[in-house]
T-cell receptor
Framework: ETGVTQTPRHLVMGMTNKKSLKCEQH?????MYWYKQSAKKPLELMFV???????ENNSVPSRFSPECPNSSHLFLHLHTLQPEDSALYLC???????????FGSGTQLSVL | GQNIDQPTEMTATEGAIVQINCTYQ??????LFWYQQHAGEAPTFLSY????GLEEKGRFSSFLSRSKGYSYLLLKELQMKDSASYLC?????????FGAGTQVVVTP
């Protein structure tokens, strides 16, 4: 148990589907993140929330839509994805920005 | 922008020592992390360096030279369970930027 839980662990979706990834942290942290991890590539930072306010959006396509209803929960809403969006999506949290990240186990996403 | 380089893969035998290098070019440096990631699992924290020098933690040690933009992770007395990807991450301007990771394969 890492203190950060993500669901689902695996997701297969068609390009016309709408789905959501969920992340919950039980560590009392102030910052939460979404990262994308593709094979042989660095982790790509997608979104950062600090105290429930989005502070970073790294030119991510609008087909990815984050939501942070409170400091413990983070969602990533997906719609009309492309096959190249297939990757491992990792949620993380930290006490404050620039501090140690605690990662969830990720959602392995396949877009058909 | 930032550039973080680490080798793609390294192979070593059980009981040996392996050194994983990480070089970076960045502005506003505020520290460097090393994470371990087993296949299909979450990355987990190994070490953090913000000042020059060596930090030792059991079988794992991490070194930083800020003037050279260089760090290494040293794994001693390798065990089979150490087979994993090792990620170097640089802290800069409020965020962590990751290298592509080094896959370490430990053979019997």
């Amino acid at each position: 148990e890492t203190g950060v839980t993500q669901t689902p662990r695996h997701l297969v979706m068609g390009m016309t589907n709408k789905k959501s990834l969920k992340c919950e942290q039980h560590l009392g942290h102030n910052a939460m993140y979404w990262y994308k991890q593709s094979a042989k590539k660095p982790l790509e930072l997608m979104f950062v929330y600090s105290l429930e306010e989005r502070v970073e959006n790294n030119s991510v396509p609008s087909r990815f839509s984050p939501e942070c209803p409170n400091s413990s929960h983070l969602f990533l809403h997906l719609h009309t994805l492309q096959p190249e969006d297939s990757a491992l999506y990792l949620c993380a949290s930290s006490q404050n920005r620039e501090e140690q990240l605690f990662f969830g186990s990720g959602t392995q996403l396949s877009v058909l | 922008g930032q550039n973080i380089d680490q080798p793609t893969e390294m192979t070593a035998t059980e009981g040996a020592i392996v050194q994983i290098n990480c070089t970076y070019q960045t502005s506003g440096f505020n520290g460097l992390f090393w994470y371990q990631q087993h296949a299909g699992e979450a990355p987990t924290f190994l070490s953090y360096n913000v000042l020059d020098g060596l930090e030792e933690k059991g079988r794992f040690s991490s070194f930083l030279s800020r003037s050279k933009g260089y760090s290494y992770l040293l794994l001693k007395e390798l065990q089979m369970k150490d087979s994993a990807s090792y990620l170097c991450a640089v802290v800069s301007w409020g965020k962590l930027q990751f290298g592509a990771g080094t896959q370490v394969v430990v053979t019997p």
